[in-house]
Every structure is written in C-alpha cells, then in structure tokens.
C-alpha cells in the first residue's frame, strides 16, 4: 500500500543535540512538506519541498534544516538552536492536481528532556 | 495571503445529537477548502474537500460541508454523532492559481459524551 513513513514515532534527546526525523514516502509525489503541531496552535509549516534538489522555508524554519536528495525522502532536522523543540512533527506529500490536498504520515513526538 | 479561523476551540455534544464544526476563510482570490480528522498521536486524515461545483461536499463517516462563498464560509456538520467520532478536527484552505500550499486553523476539538 502507498503512504508516508514517519520514523521514529517517539524520541527522546538531551538539550544541545541535534536530531534527525525520517519521512519516506512511496506516493510517488512531487511535493513534501514538514508541520509542527502543538496544542492549540495547529499546524505550523516548517520547511517544503517541490521538486528534488529545492526546499523553501515554512514560517518557522529557524533552528530546522532539510534535505531533499531523493524524491521519496524529506528528513527533517532539529538543531540544537531551536529554543523550544519539543513538539509533534508532522510530514505530508501533495496529491496530484495541484490543490494543496495533503496526505500525511502518522507523526513523530520529539520531547526534549 | 490567506488565513483560515476556526470559531470554537472545543466543542462537547453528546451521542446522537448534530454537531456543527465552524470554518471561515479570508483570501483575495478564488480557494480550495478541506477538513481534515486527526485522533490521538496520528497523523491527519482527509475528510472531505471542496474544489469546484456543487456546494455541498459530502465526505467520510456520514460528514458534509458546505461552502459559502459570500459568507466565506465551509462549516462541518454531522446529523448524529458516535463517540467514534471524539478527535480534533482541522479546516484548510489553498490558492487557486497560487502556491497550493494550505494554510490551516488552529483545530476543534470534538467531545462526544454517551
């Protein structure tokens, strides 16, 4: 079946240490994008990414960065200067048709201890 | 650039009863508009989407919408609730002929009490 792979779902880091979050999709979708989720706020887009090779930042980019080598993956980084890092991230692919219609992956939950 | 509010941050209804989810929109020019279900530690999952045409979008587990251009509206309703239905529920709204990058509202949570 095609989706979105989110790993890992849970992680757990110390203050000052960067992490990696995985999102590998088989939709063969051009278009992926990364939102952080907290309580009341909804979803914040972080970074994007519409082709291989380009990304643009979101509205909160700073302390993130991301790749996008292959068209199946779209890891997102959390550097150690994202004051506040500790959140549910959210990674989605565009469907075809160009509407902004999203498919999601099921979520990792950073907490930083 | 557009902007989505979702009127209630929380809404409680007990099993059975209708239930009403508030969307409005404020964008210059045409849209597409989308809800969108989230449960507990999951990932979202598409519930109905206007694109063009009729005005009222029937979706997933017996959910409508309709789209009201002068009131810029695409309020969610349902005739009778399960408590199946208790989740957090997210409007979204993209440009026609722009970016397609949707923009969405901070989310409702719904309570369905037995």
């Known amino acids: 079946d095609g989706g979105i792979t989110q790993s890992p779902k849970y992680l757990f880091r110390k203050e000052g240490q960067n992490v990696t979050l995985s999102c590998e999709q088989n939709?063969?979708?051009?278009?992926m994008y990364w939102y952080r989720q907290d309580p009341g706020q909804g979803l914040r887009l972080i970074y994007y990414s519409q082709i291989v090779n380009d990304f643009q930042k979101g509205d909160i980019a700073e302390g993130y960065s991301v790749s996008r080598e292959k068209k199946e993956s779209f890891p997102l980084t959390v550097t150690s200067a994202q004051k506040n890092p500790t959140a549910f991230y959210l990674c989605?692919?565009?469907?075809?048709?160009?509407?902004?219609?999203?498919?999601f992956g099921e979520g990792s939950r950073l907490t930083v201890l | 650039a557009q902007s989505v509010t979702q009127l209630d941050s929380q809404v409680p209804v007990f099993e059975e009863a209708p239930v009403e989810l508030r969307c409005n929109y404020s964008?210059?020019?045409?849209?597409?508009l989308f809800w969108y279900v989230q449960y507990p530690n999951q990932g979202l999952q598409l519930l109905l989407k206007y694109l063009s045409g009729s005005t009222l979008v029937k979706g997933i587990n017996g959910f409508e919408a309709e789209f009201n251009k002068s009131q810029t509206s695409f309020h969610l309703r349902k005739p009778s609730v399960h408590i199946s239905d208790t989740a957090e529920y997210f409007c979204?709204?993209?440009?026609?002929?722009?970016?397609?990058?949707?923009?969405f509202g901070r989310g409702t949570s719904l309570i369905v009490h037995p």
């Open positions: 939709l063969n979708h051009d278009a």
């Open positions: 989605a692919s565009e469907t075809t048709g160009n509407t902004g219609e999203l498919f």
């Open positions: 979204a709204v993209s440009e026609k002929g722009g970016s397609y990058i949707p923009t």
């Open positions: 964008s210059s020019v045409s849209v597409y």
